[in-house]
Nanobody
């Protein structure tokens, strides 16, 4: 199994940047594709980005394409989400999750393991 812990969130000004981290524990980390999701206040949790087991393939939701970059370092058991040009609408709790298979347009039910989330707040 995989246990996930997100970090790196905080309060930032619009236009700023953050790097979120997702630290994984367990011997099977490199057997999973990883994804980032977010849930804004009063809204449903939505998919943000996905990365394949090796990191060779990535995909992004249209709302973040060009501003967010997902990456992974399997040697460190860590997945990252680099965020630039933050907007107030990016304010949300950000979750990382693990899936047995990579999909360019994943659904949440495909992700078996979830972290507890890290809060990103963007001042308008």
């Amino acid at each position: 199994q995989v246990q996930l812990v997100e970090s790196g969130g905080g309060l930032v000004q619009a236009g700023g940047s953050l790097r979120l981290s997702c630290a994984a524990s367990g011997r099977t980390f490199n057997s999973y594709a990883m994804g980032w999701f977010r849930q804004a206040p009063e809204k449903e949790r939505v998919w943000v980005a996905a990365i394949s087991l090796s990191g060779a393939r990535t995909s992004y939701a249209d709302s973040v394409k060009g501003r967010f970059t997902i990456s992974r370092d399997n040697a460190k058991n860590t997945v990252y989400l680099q965020i630039h040009s933050l907007k107030p609408e990016d304010t949300a709790v950000y979750y990382c999750a693990a899936s047995p298979r990579y999909a360019s347009s994943p659904i949440q039910d495909e992700y078996l393991y979830w972290g507890q989330g890290t809060q990103v707040t963007v001042a308008s």
